[in-house]
C-alpha cells in the first residue's frame, strides 16, 4: 500500500510528541479512509509537505511571502501524487527557493491541518501538512519563485515580527527545543 510508508512515519512522529495524538489521529483517519490523498483534487483534504528551512547556523528560517495567501509562512506544497512526504517537501523546498538542502531527521518537525479557502473551480478543502526540518547547504542566496511575492531568512529569535501564525511559531518552538 503506497499509504503505508506515512502510516509508518505517523507512528514515529506520534512516539517523538505525544501530545499530539489529535493531530496524527486525523492524519490517520484521512490516510486510511482516502486512497487518492496524496493528490491535490482529493476534497476531503490531501497530504503537503513543507520545509522549516535554517540557514546554516541554524539561526535563521527561510520563510515566504505567499503569493496566494497573502502570508509569511514555511516553504511547501502539494504532493501532486508523491506518497513520500519528505521528498515532496524537499522538492517543495528547492524548486521555491532555489538552494541546495539537507534533511536533517526523517521525522517531521511538526504536522498541521489548516482550511484553505476556495478559489476559482476549487472548493474549501483541508491541507493535511507534514513538515521537516531541513538545512540550507551552500549558497544561502535564494531566488524567488512564482509562488512567493518575497522570501527572507528570518532571524528565529524575532520570527513574531513577520508572522502571527501559530503553527509557524509552534516549528520555531520545536526547533529551540529540538534544533
Not at 6 to 11: A, D, G, P, V, Y
Not at 44 to 70: D, F, M, P
Not at 95 to 123: N, Y
Not at 154 to 172: F, G, K, N, Q, W
Request: hydrophobic share 40%; charged share 30%.
Amino acid at each position: 500500500m503506497h499509504r503505508q510508508p506515512l502510516l509508518n512515519l505517523l507512528e514515529r512522529y506520534a512516539a517523538r510528541w505525544p501530545e499530539e495524538t489529535a493531530v496524527v489521529e486525523r492524519f490517520r483517519q484521512l490516510v486510511n479512509e482516502h486512497e487518492n490523498c496524496f493528490e491535490r483534487d482529493c476534497w476531503a483534504g490531501h497530504i503537503t509537505g513543507s520545509a522549516w528551512l535554517v540557514n546554516q547556523a541554524g539561526s535563521h528560517v527561510l520563510l515566504t511571502h505567499h503569493r496566494k495567501l497573502e502570508r509569511w509562512l514555511q516553504l511547501g506544497g502539494h504532493s501532486d501524487g508523491e506518497a513520500d512526504t519528505l521528498l515532496a517537501a524537499k522538492r517543495e523546498a528547492q524548486e521555491e527557493s532555489g538552494l541546495a538542502v539537507t534533511v536533517l531527521d526523517p521525522i517531521p518537525i511538526d504536522l498541521d491541518v489548516h482550511m484553505i479557502p476556495a478559489r476559482k473551480d476549487d472548493p474549501d478543502h483541508y491541507h493535511f501538512d507534514v513538515r521537516f526540518a531541513f538545512r540550507c547547504v551552500g549558497s544561502e542566496d535564494f531566488a524567488v519563485s512564482e509562488e512567493s511575492l518575497d522570501l527572507a531568512w528570518v532571524p528565529i529569535a524575532d520570527l513574531s515580527v513577520y508572522t502571527d501564525e501559530e503553527s509557524v511559531l509552534r516549528m520555531a518552538r520545536k526547533w529551540r527545543s529540538w534544533g
